[in-house]
């Protein structure tokens, strides 16, 4: 009986949502293009659990490349409309379009004239009526069984205002690199915004040797530094090789003698390098696909191929660039 109810109220709530393709018309392209032509904000409004699902969609909006806020309609007629200007859109959710704090901020929006986009569940109603611009958000029941708790109706609801921010975005060429700045806390942020200059281990941090240095040698730098690998370069700080403790320990099963041949003879050569300019999240991409197996470090060069720096692994995961 419980899982039943449960896959009953889900059943509900798309069919909600599939109602409203159909519904998708000329309306909902004038909201688009009000919207995109507006100098101001989109100022979102709703009472109760439209009120909840407003502040959802005044979020996703901000986030996505359209200026909006959220005004709670009760502080609307008590002194917050004066947030309001001529040069905004106002985006006002009501079901049933008589709730009264809303209809009651309407004669003032009027005045002030700022268009209107109703999303709403009756074409009748005050709201619909009033509004510039209607979307149809009715719904054939809710899903509660009493047919009183909003439920498929608050479901329609955001699903609306997300189609609404979803080609907003698409129409503002909203890009990947844009969302990362406004999400700097995110691991998205991380992995958009963070380039390996900021990470990578640099200066007297760099482990690095030259090509007429020894194994024993390599390995010195290599355990100071701690990074489990150095980069052999030449006279010009060019990098020629990298010396990774894999390599160390698959030379001890040789023989401990290979301490004293020079690094030449173990290093790997032309290894898998990136730039300080480039993205963390490529840095992790290059290691996870290298060939045969990944890597665990790389180099990092200039643009004259000198090693300038080395990034680990473990500096990438402590970042969150996952």
Same mark, same amino acid.
């Given at each position: ?29 004038? =909201? !688009?293009? +009000?919207?995109? %032509?507006? #100098? ?9 659990? &439209? *009120? ?112 609404? =921010? !979803?080609? +907003?975005?698409? %129409?503002? #060429? ?9 999400? &700097? *806390? ?113 180099? !990092?060069?200039?643009?004259? %191929? ?17």
């Amino acid at each position: 009986m419980i899982i039943e109810q449960a896959r009953q109220v889900l059943k509900t709530e798309a069919a909600a949502i599939e109602r409203l393709i159909p519904l998708i018309n000329g309306q909902f392209t004038a =909201a !688009v293009q +009000l919207i995109l %032509e507006c #100098k101001g904000r989109v100022i979102v409004t709703g009472m109760g659990k &439209p *009120g909840l699902v407003g502040r959802k969609i005044a979020a996703t909006m901000a986030s996505t490349g359209t200026p909006a806020f959220f005004l709670h309609p009760a502080e609307g007629i008590h002194g917050d409309l004066g947030m309001v200007t001529a040069e905004d859109v106002v985006l006002a959710l009501s079901n049933s379009g008589e709730t009264g704090e809303i209809v009651g901020i309407l004669p003032t929006l009027k005045r002030i004239g700022v268009p209107i986009i109703a999303l709403c569940g009756q074409a009748e109603s005050t709201l619909a009526k009033t509004a510039d611009i209607f979307l149809d958000v009715s719904v054939e029941q809710e899903a509660c069984p009493l047919g009183l708790a909003p439920t498929s109706s608050t479901t329609a609801t955001m699903a609306m205002g997300d189609a609404l =921010a !979803v080609v +907003l975005l698409a %129409e503002r #060429k909203f890009t990947r690199e844009n969302f990362a700045l406004y999400h &700097p *806390g995110g691991s998205l942020g991380r992995k958009l915004l963070l380039t390996v200059e900021r990470v990578m281990h640099s200066d007297e941090d760099n482990p690095v040797v030259t090509l007429d240095k020894t194994v024993k040698e390599a390995l010195f730098v290599m355990t100071a530094k701690g990074l489990g690998a150095t980069s052999v370069v030449d006279d010009q700080g060019k990098l020629t090789g990298l010396v990774t403790d894999g390599d160390i320990r698959r030379g001890l099963e040789r023989g401990h003698e290979f301490l004293d041949k020079p690094v030449t003879e173990l290093m790997t050569k032309n290894p898998r390098t990136i730039t300080a300019d480039k993205l963390a999240a490529q840095a992790l991409h290059v290691m996870e696909k290298n060939k045969p197996r990944p890597i665990t470090v790389l180099p !990092v060069v200039d643009g004259e %191929e000198r090693a300038i720096g080395i990034i680990h692994l473990t500096d990438l995961l402590r970042q969150g660039v996952v």
